[in-house]
């Protein structure tokens, strides 16, 4: 990915480096992230409060935006790709319509700001859509009309 698109996929060299370099390659292999020698790992229930699911969601709008900005594919194709594809009960589309446009947008520019990873910097597309006022249901207009 780093290959093909820049610093929009730079490789944590730091984190992802060492696990490969010792086979640990996640559940194929029994260890990654977290150690599958056991089954699937339990996640502790008390950290459920500190994962930041919108910027998981965020993330994704974002790569969702830029297939759409570089005509590679349409919002129904990747909603429906990514519902029978990863069981995700929404593609990214309709949750960033269903959340707002400028929200997401938003959060994106947030992550950027802090972190300064490409991988973050909103698509032209969304500024696009914000700046046209295009937000999503709330304005019948997003990346689907309503």
């Known amino acids: 990915m780093y290959e093909a698109y820049g610093d929009r996929f730079k490789p944590c060299p730091e984190v992802i480096e060492p696990l490969v370099r010792s086979g640990k390659l996640g559940q194929k292999t029994g260890a990654g992230f977290y150690d599958w020698s ?58 960033a319509d269903k959340k707002g446009i400028d929200v997401i947008y938003d959060k994106l520019k947030s992550l950027y700001d802090k972190y300064k990873m490409e991988f973050y ?9 914000v700046k046209r006022g295009w937000l999503g249901k709330k304005t019948k207009r997003g990346f689907y009309t309503y």
Request: glycine share 8%; net charge negative.
């Open 38 to 95: 056991k089954g699937r790992p339990a996640i502790p229930f008390a950290l459920a409060g500190q994962y930041d699911v919108d910027r998981s969601w965020a993330a994704a709008v974002n790569e969702a935006a830029w297939l759409v900005y570089e005509d590679v594919a349409t919002p129904a194709d990747i909603d429906t790709g990514m519902k029978l594809g990863t069981g995700w009960p929404s593609g990214p589309c309709e949750y």
């Open 121 to 129: 910097k909103p698509c032209p597309l969304l500024e696009d859509y």
